[in-house]
């Protein structure tokens, strides 16, 4: 509880959400969404005030603190509308809808998200942060809410009517998208890519203009097209995009992990909230950068990546957590940031100057005031090379040069360590957890780290006893021993991509098997009725919107129809059903016609085309795993994004083996582990080496 807060909670204490519980001492009279609100409202013929943010949020902490923790202020809100708070991460289809009317209605789109709406849900005033006062930033809440208090008194009619307008709207933006002309998904990939470059900035990686977000999936889809291409300009986009924001301050160089975003052009300042599902982008592109081109930089970034979730997001079950605050002592950046004399203090003075060099330690400090620009004295620690381009030692001299900064960092950690830390949000989502499974699989094939698959497979089990119905059904958030909300798409898309990546990690069929079963409910529930795609909420959900949304574009992550469709994909290859690729190409068939204007906006359902389109194949190995390990090692370590992996030892179960039909004929030859390499349902003959099997593998891509 806050030092301004009331002493009497309101109707938040008893939800789940930490976002939510954060303002339960608020002296504004907060409801949860639900049904008792907008019955209220209705009762009342008073609109409703809806508030959407998430712990983390650094504006969302400032809105409470000048606003909701006001008395004055909450008395106006009490008195004049009916008001509500969501958790963005808990609620993400109540934030997914106003944001796409936020969108429509005004340029200032982000969160905390304000809405003045209708006790119909319908918006008529929408905005992000609002100030207690008015001034440059915009109308404040002390002019604000008699304004809309005059509004809703005098011109409630003319505000019904216009709502009617946006619903309609509303209703078109968030619709299936309808049959059009067919459209070449790889003439959207060109188009994609053509984009991509375009937008790509020249000088420090990344696409657009500051602020910049890693957007891990631009990557994972450049990487996708160098190695269907051959075009090197995509790799190189790919690469110095990555060493920039590895360089940059957005990494957190002294405890590891990437913070949400940079401010600036060059990765130097960052919003330094970190988030698990970046986390685990991150981990997946650097991981796939390695395997591209094997260079060692992409894996200790990935490793470090995956040190700092286990060490610090990990919770004693095994599910992972969701975020860390940007804000500690009420200062955003003050846990992450240093004084020159701090350094020279805790460090040596060989050390202390090594670090200033390296890491661009100013005495004036390089860290400005967001609001002045004005330098603080404080210094964010980032890099304008590698440690070896900075110092140019000689070989020999790297190694020690290298060990001396790992010690001064060990020792600035410490120290760290003993700081307030910020906020930890230690509530555990499906999607996210799905994506932290899907990042340690691949990591602990692609490294030979078998630590990191037997953190995958704790996670895993963690969701499926405690968020699983056993039949298909999934549930989103768990928090304080308490599972609950009725899973979204992504849910069921990022889980099921963790399962897959789980078995080609481990090849234990329970984990294909589970795949398949939640795919299964996962298409039968959320499938549009005309084949179209996947909605936001399943079919047997009771509906609490004003209408039933589909979404295509990425955000932070990957849609989840852009994970679902690669998932069906990768699953149809692997079984040989014929009924999944037909889901999956009729998705395909709509959704190239619907992202063909801004293909950007979805480029992991450009990848998902790329493996739909282009030659692809499926790797059998017909062996005990002991046996098999160099073929295994030699498909984990390299980059094969077209290809799909089944282990068939000689004593699979009937049961797989009935659900991979192809299965049944494939054995080893004189007791030699065997691969068969098919494609288009036809397989090689079997080679018992692994060099033979990845020869296979590349002669099929290049002679398509």
């Given at each position: 509880?806050?030092?301004g807060?009331?002493?009497?909670p309101?109707?938040l204490i ?10 339960a001492y ?13 019955q209220?409202?209705r009762?009342?013929n008073?609109?409703?005030f809806l508030?959407i943010?998430?712990?983390t ?9 000048e606003?909701?923790e006001?008395?004055?202020?909450a ?6 509308f009916?008001?509500?708070k ?12 106003y944001?796409?009317?936020c969108?429509?209605m ?6 905390p998200m304000t809405?003045?709406?209708t006790?119909g849900?319908?918006p ?6 609002v100030?207690k006062?008015s001034g440059?930033?915009g ?5 604000l809410?008699?304004?809309?208090a005059?509004?809703?008194?005098t011109r409630?009619d ?7 307008e ?6 078109r933006?968030?619709?299936a998208?309808e ?7 790889k003439?959207?990939i060109?188009?994609?890519y053509?984009?991509?470059a375009?937008?790509?900035?020249q000088n420090?990686g990344?696409f657009?203009r500051?602020?910049?977000f890693p ?8 990487l996708?097209?160098?190695n ?10 790919a690469e110095?995009?990555?060493t ?7 990494f ?16 130097k300042l960052?919003h330094?909230?970190k988030?698990?599902n ?6 997946l592109?650097?991981?796939?950068a ?7 930089v992409y894996?200790?970034?990935a490793?470090?990546?995956l ?6 997001m990990r919770?004693e ?18 846990f ?11 460090l040596?003075p060989?050390?202390a100057?090594l ?7 100013k005495r ?8 002045t620009?004005k330098?603080t004295?404080n ?5 304008k090379?590698?440690?070896s381009?900075i110092v140019?030692?000689t070989?020999?001299?790297n190694e020690?040069?290298q060990?001396l ?12 360590s003993?700081?307030?830390?910020p906020l ?5 989502l ?6 932290m499974i899907a ?5 602990s ?7 990191y698959?037997?953190y ?5 089990k ?6 699983y119905?056993?039949?298909g059904?999934l549930l ?11 899973g979204f ?6 889980f099921v991509w ?14 294909l098997q ?22 936001f909420t399943?079919?047997d959900r ?12 990425d955000t932070?992550m990957p ?5 679902a469709?690669l998932?069906?994909?990768r ?5 040989g ?7 999956a190409s ?5 959704l ?5 204007h801004n ?5 992991y359902?450009?990848s ?6 282009e ?11 002991d046996?098999a390990k ?7 370590t ?7 992996y ?19 004929e494939?054995?080893?030859?004189n007791?030699?582990?065997a691969?068969y390499?098919?494609?288009?349902y036809?397989?090689s003959s079997p080679v018992?080496?692994?060099v033979?099997m990845?020869?296979l ?7 398509h």
């Open positions: 509880m806050r030092s807060s009331s002493n009497k309101n109707r008893h939800e789940n959400s930490p976002y939510l519980l954060q303002h608020n002296p504004v009279d907060w409801y949860p969404w639900g049904k008792e609100a907008f209220t409202a009762q009342k008073i609109p409703v508030s943010g998430y712990s949020c650094h504006w969302c902490h400032v809105m409470e603190e606003s909701f006001d008395p004055k202020i008395d106006m809100m009490n008195r004049t009916i008001c509500i969501v958790d963005r991460e808990e609620r993400p289809d109540i934030d997914s809808m944001m796409k009317i969108q429509q005004t340029e200032r789109c982000g969160w809405v003045i709406m006790p849900k319908v008529f005033f929408i905005s992000t942060y100030p006062k440059l930033a109308i404040g809440m002390a002019d809410i008699p304004q809309i005059e509004i809703w008194k409630q003319e505000i019904v009517n216009k709502t009617e946006i619903k309609q709207r509303l209703n933006i968030t619709a998208p049959g059009a002309e067919y459209i070449s998904p003439d959207v060109q188009k994609g053509h984009l991509l375009h937008y790509y900035d420090y990344g657009g500051a602020p910049k957007a891990p999936h631009n990557i994972m889809f450049l996708r097209h160098w269907y291409t051959g075009n090197t300009d995509a790799l190189k986009m110095t995009t990555l920039s924001m590895q360089l940059g301050g957005i957190d160089h002294v405890g590891y992990g990437f913070h949400r975003y940079s401010t600036d052009e060059k990765w960052p330094f909230e988030m698990l970046d986390q685990a982008l991150l981990a592109a650097y991981t796939e390695y395997q591209a081109t094997g260079k060692k894996e200790n970034t490793r470090k990546i040190r700092y979730v286990l060490r610090d919770s079950k095994g599910g992972f957590y969701s975020a860390e605050d940007a804000d500690s002592e009420g200062v955003e950046g003050k992450y940031l240093w004084t020159e004399d701090e350094i020279r203090y805790i040596t060989e050390e100057d670090v200033c060099r390296v890491f661009n330690v004036e400090g390089n860290f400005a005031e967001e609001s620009g330098l004295g210094n964010i620690l980032y890099m090379g590698e440690t381009e140019e030692p070989e020999k001299e020690e040069i060990k900064l790992n010690q001064a960092l060990d020792k600035l950690y410490e120290v760290r003993a700081r307030v830390h930890k949000d230690d509530k555990i499906t999607d996210w957890n799905g994506l990042a340690l699989a691949k990591a094939g692609a490294f030979q780290e078998p630590e698959v037997e995958a497979k704790t996670c895993t963690f969701i499926l006893d405690n968020m119905d056993g039949s059904k989103h958030r768990y928090h304080r021993e308490n599972a609950g909300i009725d798409v992504d849910d069921y898309a990022a963790g399962l897959i990546e789980l078995y080609e990690a481990t090849f234990e069929e329970k984990y589970k795949a398949l079963e939640i795919n299964d409910y996962f298409i039968s529930h959320f499938q549009d009725e005309k084949g179209r795609g996947f909605y399943s079919n009771s509906g609490d919107l004003i209408v039933r949304s589909m979404e295509i574009c932070s849609s989840g129809n852009s994970m469709v998932n069906i994909l699953l149809a290859k692997m079984t059903d014929h009924n999944l690729e037909s889901v009729e998705a395909i068939r709509h190239a016609a619907a992202i063909s293909p950007i906006s979805s480029t359902l450009l998902a085309f790329y493996f739909a389109s030659p692809g194949c499926e790797v059998v190995i017909a062996a005990e795993i046996n160099d073929m295994i090692e030699a498909l984990q390299n980059f094969i994004p077209q290809c799909v089944l282990l068939r030892p000689a004593d699979s179960s009937e049961s797989f083996t009935e659900t991979i039909g192809y299965l049944k494939m054995k080893g030859i007791g030699r582990p691969a390499v098919c494609r288009n036809t397989c018992t080496d692994a033979e990845m020869d593998i590349e002669y099929g891509k290049k002679n």
